[in-house]
């Protein structure tokens, strides 16, 4: 699968079976502070990301 990193610009070609958040985990990047999109569509954490073709993580932007 292609993993691409919105917060450094990084895109990788990776093999992954697991969750997003295990995915997050092995990468070091807090859950608290991306979103994870599965081809294109946006995913609960606990999602099984296996299969995907593409994995995005994206910031949380947040303003006041």
Request: proline share 3%; hydrophobic share 45%; aromatic share 2%.
């Given at each position: 699968?292609?993993?691409?990193?919105?917060?450094?610009?990084?895109?990788?070609?990776?093999?992954?079976?697991?969750?997003a958040?295990?995915?997050?985990?092995?990468?070091?990047?807090?859950?608290i502070?991306?979103?994870?999109?599965?081809?294109?569509?946006?995913?609960?954490?606990?999602?099984?990301i296996?299969?995907?073709?593409?994995?995005?993580?994206?910031?949380?932007?947040?303003?006041?």
């Amino acid at each position: 699968m292609i993993v691409s990193i919105e917060k450094n610009k990084d895109e990788r070609n990776m093999e992954f079976i697991g969750t997003a958040a295990a995915l997050l985990e092995q990468l070091r990047i807090n859950p608290i502070t991306v979103i994870v999109a599965k081809d294109k569509k946006l995913i609960p954490l606990d999602t099984d990301i296996s299969d995907a073709k593409r994995i995005d993580i994206l910031n949380v932007v947040s303003g006041g």
